[in-house]
Antibody, heavy 119, light 111 residues
Framework: QVQLVQSGAEVKKPGASVKVSCRAS????????INWVRQATGQGLEWMGWMNPNSGNTGYAQKFQGRVTMTRNASINTAYMELSSLRSEDTAVYYCARARGAVTNSDYWGQGTQVTVSS | QSALTQPASVSGSPGQSITISCTGT?????????VSWYQQHPGTAPKLMIYEVTNRPSGVSNRFSGSKSGNTASLTISGLQAEDEADYYCSSYTGSSTLVVFGGGTKLTVL
């Protein structure tokens, strides 16, 4: 069955960077784009960007351009999202999700990774 | 890119039908047939309920249906059940560098 398993919770200081991993199984990793979405506590969903695991092509939300980098290691079916220059407002749960067809169709989601930014 | 507009909350009794609206602009909802709906229970990841305006993924109950008119998309849940109580989010393709925008979310309460 399709599964996306994310790395564990992180605590970072302001100004630092965080790198979250997302290991895929149960399907052909290079056949589907990966979206990254975050959710602050009690808040709504926010789309951060997408990556094509086959080509490595990426597209980032304007809000995160210059601060986010999405990469992959196809040999181990794993996608990564790195966010730099962290600030307290980046405290959130970060999700990876498989995009089925259109980028808006996130049909399988990881369990989420809590990132806390605190001094 | 502004978030899509959803009502903060809706409610209904078991067995009833409810509709959640999602209003955008001609640059997102109105311009493309790429509207999705997600259900999220507390402490869990979102679940895709509707994609490309009207399509249901395999395994999603046919009590859930989607539609669109102009710049407003809608999710209708018929025969409300207690397990439907959750937060619901719409999303749309935008065609800008921010390819996807979400709505602010709607809390559904089953009375």
């Amino acid at each position: 069955q399709v599964q996306l398993v994310q790395s564990g919770a992180e605590v970072k200081k302001p100004g630092a960077s965080v790198k979250v991993s997302c290991r895929a199984s149960g399907y052909t990793f290079t056949g589907y784009d990966i979206n990254w979405v975050r959710q602050a506590t009690g808040q709504g969903l926010e789309w951060m960007g997408w990556m094509n695991p086959n080509s490595g092509n990426t597209g980032y939300a304007q809000k995160f351009q210059g601060r986010v980098t999405m990469t992959r290691n196809a040999s181990i079916n794993t996608a990564y999202m790195e966010l730099s220059s962290l600030r307290s407002e980046d405290t959130a749960v970060y999700y990876c999700a498989r995009a089925r067809g259109a980028v808006t169709n996130s049909d399988y989601w990881g369990q989420g990774t809590q990132v806390t930014v605190s001094s | 890119q502004s978030a899509l507009t959803q009502p903060a909350s809706v409610s209904g009794s078991p067995g009833q039908s409810i509709t959640i609206s999602c209003t955008g602009t001609s640059s997102d909802v109105g311009g493309y047939n790429y509207v999705s709906w997600y259900q999220q229970h507390p402490g869990t990841a979102p679940k895709l309920m509707i994609y490309e305006v009207t399509n249901r993924p395999s395994g999603v109950s046919n009590r859930f249906s989607g539609s669109k008119s102009g710049n407003t998309a809608s999710l209708t849940i018929s025969g409300l059940q207690a397990e439907d109580e959750a937060d619901y989010y719409c999303s749309s393709y935008t065609g800008s560098s921010t390819l996807v925008v979400f709505g602010g979310g709607t809390k559904l309460t089953v009375l």
